[in-house]
């Protein structure tokens, strides 16, 4: 069946729509759902909010409440708009995200390898990113992305001082599950899949939707490790033909963090992920080589399973 919207550029308009509805419901929602938990009246609503995004750590149950707070934005924001997108404008099922050609267990065990190995690489795409240096003349606007990125950090540093087996579980979810499957449907599975369709060079829908993906973050510090890790998840959605592959990986992938921080707060590590940068020279490198051999072999992989359908 036929998309219910005109064209590719209508079909992003009215994802756009529901996009921002989503928004503003999810931001509305989120912080009832909060009061309500904090017992807060509805005048001290906005406070809270302040309060929560600026100094998290004077809010009594300051962490779950953050938690509620970014998983019920995120599921409006991204998830449920996709699915009623998909759904009612598309006229299309979940399984129309999946190629004829189901990946095999190889493909899924080469794109969990791929993911764990890029990490090195993409550490010296973040110190890169975060040591960028504007010109004098537009020294008003590095201050204010510097706060908004010092403001994020703070979030980060509060986030990440988990040390149970149930709020790693908590974040798992909030911070791992549900954007592996918002994000991943979103940018990818719709808005890769429309630049495809529209374009003849499918390398180009994927850099672009990278770039789409990063920048959505508003993490200007962040965003060319973050577009690579996108393009990464898309070259993973393009070659294997399953969206659940490029979620496994967006999943590994922020969950191999939360998993190094737990272990890293009950002391089992001594090496912090969040204050570690700097990645010699050498182990750059391999990742960097180790990277495009695995990849070579998951695009080998994909079109055996493809030709033999």
Same mark, same amino acid.
């Given at each position: 069946?036929?998309?219910?919207?005109?064209?590719?550029?209508?079909?992003?308009?009215?994802?756009?729509?529901?996009?921002?509805?989503?928004?503003?419901?999810?931001?509305?929602?989120?912080?009832?759902?909060?009061?309500i938990?904090?017992?807060?009246?509805?005048?001290?609503?906005?406070?809270?909010l302040?309060?929560?995004?600026?100094?998290?750590e004077?809010?009594?149950?300051?962490?779950?409440?953050?938690?509620?707070?970014?998983?019920?934005?995120?599921?409006?924001?991204?998830?449920?708009?996709?699915?009623?997108?998909? +759904?009612?404008?598309?006229?299309?099922?979940?399984?129309? *995200?999946?190629?004829?050609?189901k990946?095999g267990?190889?493909?899924?065990?080469?794109?969990?390898?791929?993911v764990?190995?890029?990490?090195?690489?993409?550490?010296?795409?973040?110190?890169?990113?975060?040591?960028?240096?504007?010109?004098?003349?537009?020294?008003?606007?590095?201050?204010?992305?510097?706060?908004?990125?010092?403001?994020?950090?703070?979030?980060?540093?509060?986030?990440?001082?988990?040390?149970?087996?149930?709020?790693?579980?908590?974040?798992? *979810?909030?911070?791992?599950?549900?954007?592996?499957?918002?994000?991943?449907m979103?940018?990818?599975?719709i808005?890769?899949?429309? *630049?495809?369709?529209?374009?003849?060079?499918?390398?180009?829908?994927?850099?672009?939707?990278?770039?789409? +993906?990063?920048?959505?973050?508003?993490?200007?510090?962040?965003?060319?490790?973050?577009?690579?890790?996108?393009?990464?998840?898309?070259?993973l959605?393009?070659?294997?033909?399953s969206?659940?592959?490029?979620?496994?990986?967006? +999943?590994?992938?922020?969950?191999?963090?939360?998993?190094?921080?737990?272990?890293?707060?009950?002391?089992?590590?001594?090496?912090?992920?969040?204050e570690?940068?700097?990645?010699?020279?050498?182990?750059?490198?391999?990742?960097?080589?180790?990277?495009?051999?695995?990849? +070579?072999?998951?695009?080998?992989?994909?079109?055996?399973?493809?030709?033999?359908?």
């Open positions: 069946m036929q998309s219910r919207a005109p064209g590719t550029w209508g079909n992003f308009l009215v994802l756009i729509g529901f996009v921002i509805v989503g928004m503003a419901v999810g931001n509305i929602l989120a912080i009832f759902i909060v009061a938990y904090t017992n807060t009246d509805s005048g001290g609503a906005t406070g809270l302040n309060q929560l995004l600026n100094t998290p004077q809010v009594v149950n300051g962490w779950n409440a953050m938690m509620i707070l970014q998983g019920t934005v995120h599921f409006f924001s991204y998830l449920l708009p996709c699915l009623l997108f998909w +759904f009612l404008i598309e006229r299309k099922n979940l399984g129309d *995200f999946q190629a004829p050609a990946p267990l190889n493909i899924w065990l080469l794109s969990f390898i791929a764990l190995i890029f990490i090195p690489l993409n550490s010296q795409f973040i110190e890169w990113n975060s040591n960028m240096v504007f010109p004098e003349s537009l020294s008003s606007i590095e201050k204010w992305m510097r706060s908004k990125e010092d403001q994020l950090a703070i979030l980060t540093a509060f986030l990440t001082k988990y040390d149970t087996v149930g709020q790693l579980l908590i974040a798992l *979810f909030v911070v791992v599950l549900l954007p592996a499957l918002g994000e991943e979103l940018f990818r599975g808005i890769q899949r429309k *630049f495809m369709e529209q374009w003849s060079n499918p390398h180009l829908a994927i850099w672009v939707s990278a770039a789409i +993906f990063s920048a959505i973050h508003f993490q200007f510090y962040g965003f060319i490790p973050r577009m690579f890790l996108g393009a990464l998840f898309g070259y959605y393009y070659w294997s033909g969206l659940w592959v490029a979620c496994f990986a967006h +999943f590994v992938n922020n969950g191999f963090v939360l998993i190094m921080m737990y272990l890293y707060n009950i002391k089992v590590l001594k090496i912090n992920l969040e570690t940068k700097t990645m010699p020279i050498a182990i750059v490198l391999a990742s960097l080589a180790l990277s495009f051999l695995t990849l +070579f072999m998951i695009r080998r992989e994909a079109h055996k399973e493809q030709t033999f359908v």
